[in-house]
């Protein structure tokens, strides 16, 4: 991978270049207190671009995956139908997304195009998405009280599937690029060559942010060991399951999550769309037939779904990851504190609590 | 699995050609799709896939196969239970919905070649098992002995009468009926399902036999249990199994139990598999 360096007050000239490339592009800007979120850029709010923020508690998966999806408009006529796929096919960066939402989408990546079926509509929006990744190095203001990307391996830094990732050195950014794509821009002055001390600098950050995560330990092997062989006693999936209120909050702000329903609605008088909708294993229609019969009995069976399909070896092997990127955001809306790090820790201490004194 | 269209969730106009009433609430729907191309490379689906079903404003659902794909016309036998289903009772010949798929790994026929085939159906659970046996009879010389057992809760709602009685006169097969209540003149059997291994006169092979169980949760607990009690091993025990589906190709998530998704996985799944997914069927 090749990298260069770009002057601080250059670094959203990046986001001129992908503009002036006819992209939309969507970055992160603050609202009212915590409250962060990605927003298209336009030459009005340019200035107020921020880089050091509260990652926004709804990822950039809408980007690829938008929570209500036209899939198909179907015109009444002739006593027929005539049924037309809506696809969008949009042109879009999206500058500072952090290195959890980039495995995020790695992980959509590999769910909707991987396997027997390639989903068109999900291929469509992310065939041309411009993905510059924003390293956490401000433990203050990037690095919240829930993130583990650190157990997850998936951050700080991004190792890969970013076109572009920009790391703050202090008076200057390091961009280093991964795909061809990003490599293009180098063409443009503003990034200049680097030296060996930016690449020491560049250690020496990412070695001492590494030991400022506030969660550092969630223990994910021991929990994927109990749960893909059976090791949970049934009483902890009840105590996790109990906790759960079927809000779907987990499910909504998740950057791995991919579940969603389909319902047809009407457009006009002769005309039908065909939606697709983001759905959530946690709540209790998700499985109930027509005529009302639900295979899973117990409230716990589909509160610990989500868990089940995150961390069952099954599913890891099958996806070649597990599907948690380790953004806390789960762990930051929880009422009932089952966030994926409690339930980690709550795995992994059961077996031990469990057994006969 | 049959090459992927461009566009998975995009289903083709098909047209509803006659409709015929089985039992209260469930009718069978005769159909082709309007391209002529299209009903051509569906014909070659499975015994035991199913397809996704589209009624316009209504929405979309799964349905089993129930003609073998050596047959020539096509169709699916529904039960009117919710809203989609109702929009599709409420179709007259001549109109429009549409279908895609088919979808899912379907019975492995090959898999059963020189084994006796004992099928087991409660009330509409015979729908899915229709498929396999049709294509069982019209490759007569692949399989041993074939046994069909066929209860249902009143005479009126005995599946597929005209196919029950055009097997009970095939030679090599036997046909057993039963029903919880008798009603009009029912002289037949009187009990459950499993009822009929213990008859008078029948004997259900064991060895070298695969039995294909289909039914009510209820109906299926109890089969399954006299199954294994006279001496099936789970891996000879077959079923198709039901889920809310949204996609059938793997992505909703709606279907995934345990470590399966039903709509790629399944539907049809071994008892011992069945029993690993650790949901009720």
């Known amino acids: 991978m090749k990298a260069r360096i770009v002057a601080r007050p250059d670094v959203l000239r990046i986001v001129d270049l992908l503009r002036a490339d006819g992209r939309e592009v969507l970055a992160p800007f603050r609202g009212r207190g915590r409250d962060t979120y990605f927003d298209t850029v336009t030459d009005e709010n340019r200035g107020r671009i921020e880089l050091h923020l509260p990652n926004p508690y709804y990822p950039p998966k809408r980007y690829v995956l938008p929570p ?10 002739n006593g027929g139908y005539e049924i037309e796929p809506t696809y969008a096919e949009p042109r879009r960066a999206i500058f500072g997304i952090r290195s959890c939402d980039v495995a995020g989408i790695h992980h959509l990546d590999r769910f909707y195009l991987g396997r ?31 993130c583990f990307c650190l157990c997850t391996d998936t951050g700080p830094a991004a190792r890969g599937q ?12 390091m961009a280093v690029a991964g795909t061809p794509a990003g490599e293009a821009l180098f063409v443009h002055p503003i990034f200049h060559r680097g030296t060996p001390a930016h690449i020491a600098r560049r250690r020496a950050i990412l070695e001492d942010v590494r030991r400022r995560f506030k969660t550092t330990t969630s223990w994910f ?63 209790s229609g998700f499985t109930r037939m027509a005529g009302g019969f639900n295979p899973r009995r117990a409230r ?8 089940f399909r995150k961390l069952a070896h099954h599913f890891i092997q099958r996806e070649l990851a597990m599907a948690c990127v380790g953004c806390g955001r789960c762990a930051a809306v929880c009422h009932g504190d089952i966030g994926m790090p409690s339930v980690v820790e709550m ?8 057994a006969p004194a | ?25 469930v009718k069978t729907f005769y159909w082709r799709f309007a391209d002529p191309a299209a009903q051509e490379a569906f014909r070659r689906f499975r015994p035991g896939q199913f397809a996704q079903v589209s009624l316009w404003g209504a929405g979309e659902f799964p349905a089993s196969l129930p003609p073998s794909p050596t047959e020539a016309e096509t169709f699916f036998t529904i039960r009117q239970v919710g809203s989609v289903t109702t929009a599709l009772h409420e179709l007259r010949p001549g109109d429009q919905f549409a279908v895609r798929g088919p979808y899912g790994n379907g019975f492995p026929m090959e898999d059963y070649h020189g084994r006796n085939l004992v099928f087991v159906a409660g009330g509409i659970g015979l729908i899915p098992l229709r498929s396999c046996i049709v294509y069982a009879l019209a490759h007569r010389d ?29 030679p090599g097969v036997e046909c057993h009926l039963t029903v919880d209540r008798a009603a009009d003149g029912w002289d037949g059997h009187v009990g459950v399902v499993g009822s009929l291994f213990k008859r008078p006169g029948v004997s259900v092979p064991m060895d070298n036999t695969t039995a294909f169980v289909c039914g009510p949760p209820i109906m299926f607990r109890f089969v399954i249990r006299d199954l294994l009690a006279m001496g099936f091993e789970e891996k000879n025990i077959v079923s198709t199994l039901e889920r809310y589906m949204k996609c059938g190709v793997g992505k909703c998530g709606h279907c995934c139990i345990g470590v399966a998704y039903v709509c790629v996985d399944g539907p049809v799944f071994t008892y011992q598999q069945i029993r690993k997914l650790g949901e009720d069927i």
């Open chain 1, 347 to 354: 795995i992994r201490r059961a077996p031990k609590e469990a």
């Open chain 2, 1 to 25: 699995m049959n090459a992927a269209p461009e566009n998975v969730y995009l289903p083709q106009a098909a047209i509803l050609d006659r409709v015929v009433a089985e039992i209260p609430e």
């Open chain 1, 162 to 173: 970013f076109d572009l990732q920009l790391m703050d050195l202090g008076d200057e950014f």
């Open chain 1, 68 to 77: 209500i999806e036209r899939l198909l408009r179907v015109e009444r006529k």
């Open chain 1, 116 to 146: 027997d079926y390639r989903d068109p509509y999900y291929e469509k929006r992310r065939r041309h998405l411009f993905l510059v990744n924003f390293v956490c190095t401000d433990p203050e203001r990037d690095i919240g009280e829930e």
């Open chain 2, 142 to 170: 692949h399989y041993q002995r074939i046994q069909i057992f066929h209860g249902a809760k009143t005479p009126h709602e005995l599946m597929y009468v005209d196919n029950l009685r055009e097997w009970a006169r095939t």
């Open chain 1, 300 to 307: 716990h069976d589909r509160r610990n779904r989500r868990f």
């Open chain 1, 221 to 283: 092997a021991a929990a994927i060991r109990y749960v893909s062989q059976g090791g949970v006693p049934e009483k902890t999936w009840e105590q996790i399951g109990n906790r759960c209120l079927e809000c779907g909050g987990c499910t909504y702000v998740c950057p791995a999550c991919t579940c969603f329903t389909v319902s047809d609605r009407p457009a006009g008088p002769d005309t039908i769309e065909r939606v697709r909708l983001w759905d959530s294993c946690a709540l």
